[in-house]
Nanobody, 119 residues
Framework: QVQLVESGGGLVQAGGSLRLSCAAS????????MGWFRQAPGKEREFVGAISWSGNTYYADSVKGRLIISRDNAQKIGYLQMNSLKPEDTAVYYC?????????????WGQGTQVTVSS
């Protein structure tokens, strides 16, 4: 079993930055992929980006250049650095892990953290 806990959400003004963290614990997953997703009120869950165990990344076109995914394997923490935030980035952000790259499925999910961007 793997447990994921997101943190770092909150209220930020448009144009500001925020860094979300995803701490993993429990049973280790060899070569796991970490993905980030978000869901705004009244909308479907949206893929943000993913990072492989070795550091390869890819992003949704909507966030390229503003959102950066990284990870610290020794600390078992994944990060989502968000820059130049816009009100449209307001959503609940989730991290998830799976065992494939490119990612085809996610086996464990965090509880989510709220990000609110004000105008």
């Amino acid at each position: 079993q793997v447990q994921l806990v997101e943190s770092g959400g909150g209220l930020v003004q448009a144009g500001g930055s925020l860094r979300l963290s995803c701490a993993a614990s429990g049973r280790p997953v060899s070569r796991y992929t970490m993905g980030w997703f978000r869901q705004a009120p009244g909308k479907e869950r949206e893929f943000v980006g993913a990072i492989s165990w070795s550091g390869n990344t890819y992003y949704a076109d909507s966030v390229k250049g503003r959102l950066i995914i990284s990870r610290d394997n020794a600390q078992k923490i994944g990060y989502l650095q968000m820059n130049s935030l816009k009100p449209e980035d307001t959503a609940v952000y989730y991290c998830a892990v799976g065992a494939t790259w490119p990612p085809t499925r996610y086996d464990y999910w965090g509880q989510g953290t709220q990000v609110t961007v004000s105008s």
